[in-house]
């Protein structure tokens, strides 16, 4: 039995070394994140000594104050290496959290979201960058889905120990959350370290720092505004999220007869499929054209998730609620296909000797696509009813219609002002 679990355990990390490597990497990183996550809310208020409203002002100068320098981060790893800047950021980041503990009061708060923001961001980037770089073009959106996987493990682990943490209702202990947050962090920046280095994969290394040292500017990921537009169209698509931690959650509790409990199953049966189903949902994605269809069936289960939850404002009982399960389970499909295609087209269409910079400009559009989501939708759904979700569904395939001339006008761009991408492509 135990041999059976530790050969299980080994498919789920991953196929290679290297790619469990990174997948123990990912649950190490999410633990961490998903213990602080978890206890923020009370952390803030009862011991840094917030206001709702203050947090939530914290949290709107830390988005706009990150988005503004998302692309000079993103060409952090550009200049001095993905794996540096992504070790560097994961150790500054684990120190962070220790701040916490010294922080009293709105101003400090501010500061410390900025600088969170500012460090996350471009330790996603190189991240993303590394992960680009390390594998072949065939491995490279397959990887990422058992990395993908792996964060939702570490994500349930860290909000069942903040759990612990919260249920002792302890200021002493609710202070040692991000205490144990940063020692995670800790651990995660020394596996970065660890990881094997690497330029780009299958790139003559001399070729593309001549390449970005004579190209200057004129290749700059903002001028390709076909990447830009599908950066902003993907954020679009990704606003599933909003169904699924928002929208429904909320529609279930104001507009139908289901029990609130089923909202604990509903965020189980999402983790569930994230860890077991992610990988499948990546299988065979490599060129922007399985990018681009995976997209278009990740917006058939986002337009069919609408659908299905909008008539449950009319059922009733058991009809209730295996409506408002099933409309959670095809939004996570929409989640894990759009997932997937994202990766793809972010492999497939970021110049190799620019990939941190293009990582900046994506988190940027994601950013521009969907932060207007969570009050929009909220409005839509809640109080237009039948017309507001219908609405929902015409701009998510809005977005998906226009992301497929951007994507071909990206692919354009790089093949006519970025020849050297051409050579180092596997």
């Given at each position: 039995m135990?041999?059976?679990?530790?050969?299980?355990?080994?498919r789920?990390?991953g196929?290679?070394?290297?790619?469990?490597?990174l997948?123990?990497?990912s649950?190490?990183?999410?633990?961490?994140?998903?213990v602080?996550?978890?206890?923020?809310?009370?952390?803030?208020?009862a011991?840094?000594?917030?206001?709702?409203?203050q947090?939530?002002?914290g949290?709107?100068?830390?988005?706009?104050?990150?988005?503004?320098?998302?692309?000079?981060?993103?060409?952090?790893?550009d200049?001095?290496?993905?794996?540096?800047v992504?070790?560097?950021?994961?150790?500054?980041?684990?120190?962070l959290?220790?701040?916490?503990?010294?922080?009293?009061?709105l101003?400090?708060?501010?500061?410390?979201?900025?600088?969170?923001?500012?460090?996350?961001?471009?330790?996603?980037?190189?991240?993303?960058?590394?992960?680009?770089?390390?594998?072949?073009?065939?491995?490279?959106?397959?990887?990422?889905?058992?990395?993908?996987a792996?964060?939702?493990?570490?994500y349930?682990?860290?909000?069942?120990l903040?759990?612990?943490?919260l249920?002792?209702?302890?200021?002493d202990?609710?202070r040692?959350?991000?205490?144990?947050?940063?020692v995670?962090?800790?651990?995660?920046?020394?596996?970065?370290?660890?990881?094997?280095?690497?330029?780009?994969?299958?790139?003559?290394?001399?070729?593309?720092?001549?390449?970005v040292?004579?190209?200057?500017?004129?290749?700059?990921?903002?001028?390709?505004?076909?990447?830009?537009?599908?950066?902003?169209?993907?954020?679009?698509?990704?606003?599933?999220?909003?169904?699924?931690n928002?929208?429904?959650?909320?529609?279930?509790?104001?507009?139908?007869?289901?029990?609130?409990?089923?909202?604990?199953?509903?965020?189980?049966?999402?983790?569930?499929?994230a860890?077991?189903?992610?990988v499948?949902a990546?299988?065979?994605?490599?060129?922007?054209?399985d990018?681009?269809?995976?997209?278009?069936?990740?917006?058939?289960?986002?337009?069919?998730?609408?659908?299905?939850?909008?008539?449950?404002?009319d059922?009733?009982?058991?009809?209730?609620?295996l409506?408002?399960?099933?409309?959670h389970?095809?939004?996570?499909?929409?989640?894990?296909?759009?997932?997937?295609?994202?990766w793809?087209?972010?492999?497939?269409?970021?110049?190799?000797?620019?990939?941190?910079?293009?990582q900046?400009v994506?988190?940027?559009g994601?950013?521009?696509?969907s932060?207007?989501?969570?009050?929009?939708?909220?409005?839509?759904?809640?109080?237009?009813?039948?017309?507001?979700?219908?609405?929902?569904?015409?701009?998510?395939?809005?977005?998906v219609?226009?992301?497929?001339?951007?994507?071909?006008?990206?692919?354009?761009?790089?093949?006519?002002?970025?020849?050297?991408?051409a050579?180092?492509?596997?």
């Open positions: 135990s041999r059976y679990l530790s050969e299980r355990v080994l789920l990390a196929p290679t070394p290297l790619v469990r490597r997948s123990a990497q649950v190490l990183s999410a633990f961490g994140d998903g602080f996550l978890t206890g923020s809310a009370v952390f803030f208020t011991i840094v000594g917030l206001t709702a409203s947090v939530g002002l949290l709107t100068v830390s988005g706009v104050a990150t988005f503004l320098v998302a692309v000079p981060l993103g060409k952090l790893s200049r001095y290496g993905a794996k540096r992504w070790a560097l950021s994961a150790l500054v980041e684990s120190l959290y220790l701040v916490w503990l010294a922080v009293g009061g101003a400090p708060f501010m500061a410390m979201m900025v600088a969170l923001g500012w460090v996350q961001t471009a330790a996603r980037a190189s991240r993303n960058a590394y992960r680009f770089d390390v594998f072949p073009r065939e491995e490279r959106v397959r990887s990422n889905a058992y990395f993908r792996a964060r939702n493990v570490g349930t682990l860290g909000a069942l903040a759990g612990v943490a249920a002792t209702d302890s200021d202990v609710i040692a959350v991000p205490v144990a947050t940063a995670l962090l800790l651990l995660n920046a020394v596996l970065v370290t660890r990881l094997p280095s690497v330029v780009h994969h299958g790139e003559d290394a001399s070729v593309l720092e001549a390449a040292e004579g190209a200057g500017d004129r290749r700059g990921a903002l001028r390709n505004r076909g990447f830009v537009l599908m950066s902003v169209c993907s954020g679009v698509l990704s606003t599933h999220q909003v169904l699924l928002v929208v429904i959650p909320l529609w279930l509790v104001q507009e139908t007869d289901a029990p609130r409990v089923l909202l604990a199953w509903l965020f189980g049966t999402n983790t569930v499929m860890v077991l189903l992610q499948a990546a299988r065979g994605i490599t060129t922007v054209a990018s681009l269809r995976a997209e278009r069936r990740g917006a058939f289960f986002f337009v069919l998730s609408c659908g299905i939850v909008l008539v449950t404002h059922t009733v009982g058991w009809v209730t609620i409506l408002v399960w099933v409309g389970v095809t939004v996570t499909g929409a989640e894990l296909l759009d997932s997937a295609g994202g793809g087209l972010q492999a497939e269409l970021s110049d190799p000797s620019r990939r941190g910079e293009y900046g994506y988190q940027l994601t950013t521009v696509g932060v207007w989501a969570p009050a929009a939708y909220t409005f839509l759904a809640m109080e237009w009813g039948t017309p507001g979700w219908l609405l929902i569904a015409a701009i998510v395939v809005a977005a219609a226009v992301m497929h001339p951007a994507a071909r006008s990206a692919e354009r761009y790089l093949a006519a002002r970025a020849p050297v991408a050579v180092t492509r596997p």
